[in-house]
């Protein structure tokens, strides 16, 4: 087994430190998914009246983890708009693989796929569905869709009433090299 190759001797006796190992790995992956639940409850309880960095709101938050869960979903729909959802394959894929000891080698691969995949579905998401009057702090895809809408709106390939053909194939070219990302991103 690898791990007990990197055991070097010492003190404490071999079997101690792969326990505490394996025990410190099952931690983690536990509080990695206890983490994405908690993100995940603040988004589907997220509220645009509650306080947060662009709405100054007098009385308590409404969102089920209070102010800062309010903060928190208001910062990741202000990015990802309902792309922020997808951000949460990644630390759930790692925090199974870590209670199933399969441990994570490559996670900065995998964040780094995994960010550039839920930019482009943002994008892919902000292109397809570009209203900015939504109950959400930057529209449906968050900036990325913002950015999106607008460099389609100056090849004029964007808008209700635009070029609808040329507007789909980029939008779906958008969205399928986001999810071909966050697929590359879960390992």
């Known amino acids: 087994m690898a791990t007990k190759a990197a055991i070097r001797p010492g003190i404490v006796p071999a079997v101690v430190t792969l326990r505490a190992r394996q ?7 536990a509080g990695l998914i206890a983490a994405v639940a908690a993100v995940a409850l603040a988004l589907v309880t997220y ?4 306080p947060s960095f662009d709405t100054a709101a007098a009385g308590p938050a409404r969102n089920l983890l209070g102010t800062p869960g309010a903060w928190l979903a208001d910062a990741l729909l202000a990015m990802f708009g309902w792309a922020a959802a997808a951000l949460f394959v990644l630390p759930t894929v790692v925090g199974v693989r870590m209670l199933r000891s399969k441990g994570a080698a490559k996670w900065r691969r995998y964040v780094a796929a995994t960010l550039s995949g839920g930019a482009l579905v943002a994008a892919g998401v902000g292109l397809a569905w570009p209203d900015p009057q939504a109950a959400l702090p ?3 895809g968050g900036i990325a869709g913002l950015a999106a809408a607008a460099a389609g709106d100056a090849l004029g390939a964007s808008g209700a009433f635009g070029a ?3 507007s789909a194939v980029l939008a779906t070219l958008l ?3 986001g999810a071909a990302l966050l697929l590359a991103g879960c390992g």
């Open 23 to 29: 025990a410190a790995r099952l931690a983690i992956g």
């Open 138 to 140: 930057a529209g449906t």
């Open 47 to 50: 509220s645009p009246g509650d």
């Open 175 to 177: 969205l399928l090299a």
């Open 164 to 166: 609808l053909p040329v």
